[in-house]
């Protein structure tokens, strides 16, 4: 399977432990993003690599999130403290970044964070 | 205002008919634009993207975009139950991130 690729798909915690979720891009994509969404809503940006280098952050997201692409491959969203409202699916997606522009973004599977 | 507007939904038409799924951007700079499918429980699925003004046909599926009226559609020709689903408008601008509409949801009655 050449897709992009998450895990765990899904992870029931108790509010204040700390969650890590990874993804695995397609492998020749430069662009590695996450995305936070909850029912009825469109995905809502939290923020993107390109290679290594986390180029945005999204103003919405806590103190509490943090994101790396160490080697410039896969990469980690770590939820520290977790609280209820953090409850939701946390997409993975990736793109080529070169001339002319930005390529298409291609979603992973998804991992659903349940915060009890 | 928002960036990406959709209307929610439900959009239901019968089985066999067009089904017309609009999206409007407020970013002039907006440079390419997405739709995605996206079933109960599951990521989205990219299914059409187009960059230049007109239109552009995959199969059942034709992307309308009109940059001057900041406005992007999809038609699904057509349809059938299986294509009952959100569908996600996304926009981005050079070099900055993509934006989400909120999503449509259509559905196909047999």
Same mark, same amino acid.
């Given at each position: 399977?050449?897709?992009?690729? $998450?895990?765990?798909?899904?992870?029931?915690?108790?509010?204040? $432990?700390?969650?890590?979720?990874? /993804?695995?891009?397609?492998?020749?994509?430069?662009?590695?993003?996450?995305?936070? $969404?909850?029912?009825?809503? @469109?995905?809502?940006?939290?923020?993107?690599?390109?290679?290594?280098?986390?180029?945005?952050?999204?103003?919405? =997201?806590?103190?509490?999130?943090?994101?790396?692409?160490?080697?410039?491959?896969?990469?980690?969203?770590?939820?520290?403290?977790?609280?209820? @409202?953090? &409850?939701?699916?946390? =997409? /993975?997606?990736? &793109?080529?970044?070169?001339?002319?522009?930005?390529?298409?973004?291609?979603?992973?599977? @998804?991992?659903? =964070?349940?915060?009890? | 205002?928002?960036?990406?507007?959709?209307?929610?939904?439900?959009?239901?038409?019968?089985?066999?008919?067009?089904?017309?799924?609009? !999206?409007?951007?407020?970013?002039?700079?907006?440079?390419?634009?997405?739709?995605?499918?996206?079933?109960?429980?599951?990521?989205?699925?990219?299914?059409?993207?187009?960059?230049?003004?007109?239109?552009?046909?995959?199969?059942?599926?034709?992307?309308?975009?009109?940059?001057?009226?900041?406005?992007?559609?999809?038609?699904?020709?057509?349809?059938?139950?299986?294509?009952?689903?959100?569908?996600? !408008?996304?926009?981005?601008?050079?070099?900055?991130?993509?934006?989400?509409?909120?999503?449509?949801?259509?559905?196909?009655?047999?």
């Amino acid at each position: 399977d050449t897709g992009v690729s $998450q895990d765990p798909r899904h992870k029931i915690t108790k509010r204040g $432990q700390n969650v890590t979720f990874r /993804c695995d891009p397609i492998s020749e994509h430069n662009r590695l993003y996450w995305y936070r $969404q909850t029912l009825g809503q @469109g995905p809502e940006f939290l923020t993107y690599f390109q290679n290594e280098a986390q180029l945005e952050k999204s103003r919405l =997201l806590s103190d509490r999130f943090s994101a790396e692409r160490p080697k410039g491959s896969f990469s980690t969203l770590e939820i520290q403290r977790t609280e209820q @409202g953090d &409850s939701a699916m946390y =997409l /993975c997606a990736s &793109s080529f970044h070169g001339p002319p522009g930005v390529r298409e973004q291609y979603f992973g599977p @998804g991992t659903r =964070l349940t915060v009890t | 205002q928002k960036e990406v507007e959709q209307n929610s939904g439900p959009l239901s038409v019968p089985e066999g008919a067009i089904a017309s799924l609009n !999206c409007t951007y407020s970013d002039r700079g907006s440079q390419s634009f997405f739709w995605y499918r996206q079933y109960s429980g599951k990521s989205p699925e990219l299914i059409m993207f187009i960059y230049s003004n007109g239109d552009k046909e995959d199969g059942r599926f034709t992307a309308q975009l009109n940059k001057a009226s900041q406005y992007v559609s999809l038609l699904i020709r057509d349809s059938q139950p299986s294509d009952s689903a959100t569908y996600l !408008c996304a926009v981005r601008n050079y070099g900055q991130n993509f934006v989400f509409g909120p999503g449509t949801r259509l559905s196909v009655l047999p």
